[in-house]
Nanobody
Framework: QVQLVESGGGLVQSGGSLRLSCAASGRTSWTYTMGWFRRAPGKEREFVQAINWNGDSTYYADSVKGRFTISRDNAKRTLYLQMNSLKPEDTAVYYC?????????????????WGQGTQVTVSS
């Protein structure tokens, strides 16, 4: 079982930056594929970025291309999402997730463990 706890959300002006963190605990070898998702008010959950177990391969949604960067520190069992050039449409609750799959995944159904989410609000 894996427990995931996100942090780092908050209120930021358009064009600003935030870095989200996701700390993992529990009985885990931390070799999961990890991902970030988000859910905006009134919208369905949306894939943001994913990273493989050793961090040498990533996949991202077109909506965040060139602005968001996913990374991980396996020694600290922590996942990160650096968000730059934030836009009001990035406002959402952001969730980290862990998948037992050995490949990158961009569908929520492919992930086995989820954090509780952290709110990101971008003002115009």
């Amino acid at each position: 079982q894996v427990q995931l706890v996100e942090s780092g959300g908050g209120l930021v002006q358009s064009g600003g930056s935030l870095r989200l963190s996701c700390a993992a605990s529990g009985r885990t070898s931390w070799t999961y594929t990890m991902g970030w998702f988000r859910r905006a008010p009134g919208k369905e959950r949306e894939f943001v970025q994913a990273i493989n177990w050793n961090g040498d391969s990533t996949y991202y949604a077109d909506s965040v291309k060139g602005r968001f960067t996913i990374s991980r520190d396996n020694a600290k069992r922590t996942l990160y999402l650096q968000m730059n050039s934030l836009k009001p449409e990035d406002t959402a609750v952001y969730y980290c997730a862990a998948s037992n799959l050995a490949r990158l995944a961009d569908h929520g159904d492919e992930y086995d463990y989820w954090g509780q989410g952290t709110q990101v609000t971008v003002s115009s």
